[in-house]
């Protein structure tokens, strides 16, 4: 009789410390994000190439990878869209894209500063530092300045 009581309280206490840990908070699971390698890669609807072709984008373009299947990639864009694409045409170099109708590029991080160009919806950018609220960032052309982080996309 004396293991009954020792094995009812080990489950007891194995249920009550499961219970507890799954009131723990689980780590934030990773983000990925990368950028297409080449001009003119094709992003389809499924994964093969034999899958309709959906739109073709240009290198440097930002993209969010949601799922794998073997050598291929579910992606999203900053529109939302979603299609395919083959992963050796997918770089790790993270990329940023205006997602506002228009942006100013100013001088500094912050509404003070001058503005050293107005840039489109669309436009692709490298981040090179982060200020606050602000993003510095360059375009193809050698063009620098901070734009406001919520005005690109992935912030």
Known sequence: ?????????????????????????LPALAVEYG????????????PDTKKEVLWELFKGFPLQ?????GKWAQVVDFEGDKGWIYTPLL?????????????????????????VATVKYGVVFTPLEK?????????????????????LWPN
């Open 131 to 151: 200020d606050g609220d602000w993003v510095k960032v360059r375009h193809q052309d050698g063009a620098s300045g901070w734009i406001f982080a919520k005005l």
């Open 65 to 69: 990878v949601v799922s794998r299947q």
């Open 35 to 46: 950028s297409v390698l080449k001009d003119g890669v094709n992003i389809r609807s499924g």
């Open 91 to 115: 770089s790790k170099e993270k990329t940023v894209v205006v997602k506002a109708d228009t942006a100013n590029m100013r001088f500094g991080p912050g509404q003070n500063y001058e503005i």
């Open 1 to 25: 009789m004396s293991q009954t009581p020792s094995l009812l309280r080990r489950l007891t206490l194995s249920g009550l410390a499961c219970a507890i840990l799954s009131l723990a908070p």
